[in-house]
C-alpha cells in the first residue's frame, strides 16, 4: 500500500469581503470578523484545519497567502487560537485565486516534499466539522493517486448566486468524476439542478497534490506559471513572512482557480473529481447569508449587541458600540459602527458594495479603516477630532513598542490611565504611571513602549495644523513598516 503524502493546509486569506461593509473593511476584511461566535472566520478556518489531525492525517503547518497589510493582524489571530506556526505568503497585491495557489505550491515544494494541499478560502462557516473532515480525507485520498478534487457543496436550495459543478452519471457519490463546470445560473434552471440531484455548488476548496496543480497550471496557463516561479525565485523571507518580488509578482497574469485549471480539466485528460459536502456550508458572502446562517428568535430576528426589537420581524441587527433600537420593521439589515451605520433591505443586500465603491469614489476613509485601528503592537481608537486636534485611546502589548518616529505638523500630550509607559522624548527616556502625563513637541523623535506584563492604555491629544496618519516619519521599527 503507498504511504500517505503528508498533508499541507493551505488558506487562501487575500478576500475584502465588501459586501458586508461597515463591519468589513479594506484594512480589517470579513475573514478576520467574528460574524457567529467567539472566534474570526480565519481563526475558525484554522482550527478546521488543524482538526484534520484526528483523522490520522500527517499535518504540515498551515500556508496562508493574504496581504502584506494584514500580517500582523494574522499572526495575533493565529496566536490567540494557539495555532501551529503558519508560513505567511504576503502578496503585494491582489493578484486572484490561481497565483495565490501558485505560490503556496511553490512554496510547499520548495524543500523537495511533495504534500497534498488542502486549499480553503479563510471567510467561509461550516457547522459540522466532522462532515467536513470526512470529505477531506476522501479527497486526500483520491489526490494523493494524483486526481485533481473538489468539494461540492450539497445543495440545500436553487440558489443562483453559485456556480455549479455537474457530476458524472447523475447524483454525486463519495468522490465522482466531473462533467462539466456551470455558471450561475437563473431561479428556473437552479431549481432543475436542485431536482435532478446531479449538481453541487462550487465552494472554492479543492484538494491536490502540489506539483499536480503546478503541471495542470502549466497545461492551461503557462504564463502564469513561469511568471509565478519568476516571483518565488525573487523572494524575500523574515521571520514567519515570505514576500515573492513585488514587481515580479505585479506581472503574473491575474485569474481565478477556476477559471485558469478547474474549468478547462473536464474533457482535457486530467482527473478531476468532486467529494460532495454536506457541513452546512456558507461562504457568508453578504448580510442576507449571515442572517441565514445566525440563530434567530422566535419572530425570525437575528441580534448581535445591545438591540432592542418591537413587532418586527426577520431582521438582522448588529449592534457594535451602542443601543440600537427597532420598531415595526421587517426583513432589513442595520448594521451599526462607531463611525458608520447601514440600513438595507435584506433582499438588496448584495447591493452594499454599491455603498462601498461610493466610498471609494470618494476617497472617504470609512471604506478603509474602522475608528478602531488595529497595529502589530495593539490598537488605537479615534475617539473625537475636529479641526485642530484629535482625541485617541491607544493600546500597547506587554513588552510591544511603537516605532521611534516624529511628526512634522502635530504635537501630542499623552496621559497613562492603566499600566506602565516607557517613553523615549529627544534624548531623554521616562516612566510614567498611572495618572501621569507627558507631552511630545512638534518635530520631537519619540517611542512609546510598554515595559510591563498588563496592557498598556493612554489617551493622546494631538494638536496641529495636519492631523493624518501618514504624518509620520519612521527611524526604527521592529515591525518592519
Known sequence: ?????????????????????????????KQFLCLDGAHSLFQQTAMRLSGLRSEGLALQAPLVVGNEDHRFLVLEQLREVS????????????????????LAALAATAQGQDPVLVVTPADHVITDEAAFRSAVTTAVAQAAQGQIVILGVTPTRPETGYGYIQVQGGPAQAASPVLRFVEKPDAATA???????GYLWNAGMFVVKASVWLQALERFRPD?????????????????FVRPGKAEFAAIPADSIDYAVMERCPGSGLPIQVVPLNAGWSDLGAWDAVWDALPKDALGNATQGDVLAVDSRNNLVHASSRLVGVVGVNDLVVVETPDAVLVAHRASAQG???????????HREE???HRKVHRPWGWYDSIDESERFKVKRIQVKPKASLSLQKHYHRAEHWIVVKGTAEITCGDKVLMLTENQSTYIPLGEVHRLSNPGTIPLEIIEVQSGSYLGEDDIVRFEDRYGR
Not at 15 to 24: E, F, H, Q, V
Not at 92 to 98: D, Y
Not at 227 to 238: G, K, L, V
Open 83 to 102: 495555532t501551529e506556526a503558519a508560513t505567511l505568503l504576503l502578496e503585494p497585491m491582489g493578484r486572484n485565486t490561481a497565483p495565490a495557489l501558485a
Open 352 to 362: 452594499v458594495k454599491q455603498i462601498v465603491a461610493l466610498l471609494q469614489a470618494q
Open 1 to 29: 500500500m503507498t504511504p500517505m503524502p503528508p498533508i499541507c493546509p493551505v488558506i487562501l486569506a487575500g478576500g475584502s469581503g465588501t459586501r458586508l461593509w461597515p463591519l468589513s473593511r479594506a484594512g480589517f476584511p
Open 367 to 369: 471604506h478603509n479603516l
Open 191 to 197: 431549481q432543475r439542478y436542485l431536482e435532478e440531484g
Open 224 to 240: 502564469m506559471v513561469q511568471a509565478s516561479q519568476i516571483a518565488w525565485a525573487a523572494r524575500s523571507t523574515d521571520a514567519s
